[in-house]
Nanobody, 125 residues
Framework: QVQLVASGGGSVQAGGSLRLSCAAS????????RAWFRQAPGKEREAVAL????????YYGDSVKGRFTISRDNAKSTAYLQMNSLKPEDSAMYYC??????????????????WGQGTQVTVSS
């Protein structure tokens, strides 16, 4: 059973930075694809970033390109989301997710079976 624990959220002012972490209980084929999603109150869940831990390929949602960076440390079974130049509209609950690769990783919430508990990010103007 894969367990994911997200951490690193908090409150920052616009223009600031935060680094989220998502630690997995194991590094197996079930955690090759790692991703971050977010959901603000009253809004649908939004895809933020994805990394294929087998080769390091990354994908980003349009709203965060150039500001957020996803990375991984396979030895620690941990994925990270470095968030720079934060905006108030980045405020949301951030969820990490993991699943196996079916040839490729897809930045779509339906492609992920394992989810962390969420960590809150609040950006004030």
């Amino acid at each position: 059973q894969v367990q994911l624990v997200a951490s690193g959220g908090g409150s920052v002012q616009a223009g600031g930075s935060l680094r989220l972490s998502c630690a997995a209980s194991v590094y197996t084929t079930e955690t090759v694809c790692r991703a971050w999603f977010r959901q603000a109150p009253g809004k649908e869940r939004e895809a933020v970033a994805l990394i294929d831990t087998s080769d390091g390929r990354t994908y980003y949602g349009d709203s965060v390109k150039g500001r957020f960076t996803i990375s991984r440390d396979n030895a620690k079974s941990t994925a990270y989301l470095q968030m720079n130049s934060l905006k108030p509209e980045d405020s949301a609950m951030y969820y990490c997710a993991a699943d196996r690769s079916y040839g490729s990783c897809f930045l779509n919430e339906n492609a992920f079976a394992h989810w962390g508990q969420g960590t809150q990010v609040t950006v004030s103007s």
